[in-house]
């Protein structure tokens, strides 16, 4: 079983959907976790992190973690072509360094206008 | 320049040649890691640096070669590369080792003929 389970897509969804992005994990010790994001031809980038079950909310971005079911979410609301990337959860130990990072296979996503 | 820039952006390099990626990084960052990513396969870290020191060799092949010759470079020597080494190779940043976000660059596309 992989460390951390995330769907490939790709998902394609029509503009101002609501958009729902997982990755499963089977680490217990995980407990920070990141969304980051990667356009076509450029590098990832960080987009949100977050230590602590429940929800955290940025712009039209909400994190969502279940340590319980050892689930992670990433909701975009209003969703815009702009939005049309690759989409990797990554998580960790929090007493663990950078280099026992483990990072999704990434989902594309497409917004269609 | 900011961030993280990587050069070259593509690289075409027979099975017998010997080349060289480099990275620099302008965030003042004191640890530099190089990344390969394949399709729909997570991120696999190659090498870590720390102030300069390497941190972590994850069984990388020896036609693989780091170089950090200070905080803000960082080099992976390529000789006798296979095909399944064509990948996208991305070099990222961060603050430190603990809870310090990555910052990466757009990467080298490498293609092994």
């Known amino acids: 079983q992989k460390e951390v389970e995330q769907d490939p897509g790709p998902l394609s969804v029509p503009e101002g959907a609501i958009v729902s992005l997982n990755c499963t994990y089977s680490n217990s010790a995980f407990q920070y976790f990141m969304w980051y994001r990667q356009y076509s031809r450029k590098g990832p980038e960080l987009l949100m992190y977050t230590y602590s079950s429940g929800n955290k909310e940025d712009g039209r971005f909400t994190a969502q973690v279940d340590k319980s079911s050892k689930y992670i979410s990433l909701f975009i609301r209003d969703s815009q072509p702009s939005d049309s990337a690759t989409y990797l959860c990554a998580m960790t130990a929090l007493n663990f360094g950078n280099e026992k990072l483990t990072f999704g296979t990434g989902t594309r996503l497409t917004i269609i206008p | 320049e900011t961030g993280v820039t990587q050069t070259p952006r593509h690289l075409v390099m027979g099975m017998t040649n010997k080349k060289s990626l480099k990275c620099e990084q302008h965030?003042?960052?004191?640890?530099m890691y190089w990344y390969k990513q394949s399709a729909k396969k997570p991120l696999e870290l190659m090498f870590v640096y720390s102030l300069e020191e390497r941190v972590e060799n994850n069984s990388v092949p020896s036609r693989f070669s780091p170089e950090c010759p200070n905080s803000s470079h960082l080099f992976l020597h390529l000789h006798t590369l296979q095909p399944e080494d064509s990948a996208l190779y991305l070099c990222a940043s961060s603050q430190d080792l603990y809870n310090s976000p990555l910052h990466f660059g757009n990467g080298t596309r490498l293609t092994v003929t």
């Open positions: 965030l003042g960052h004191n640890a």
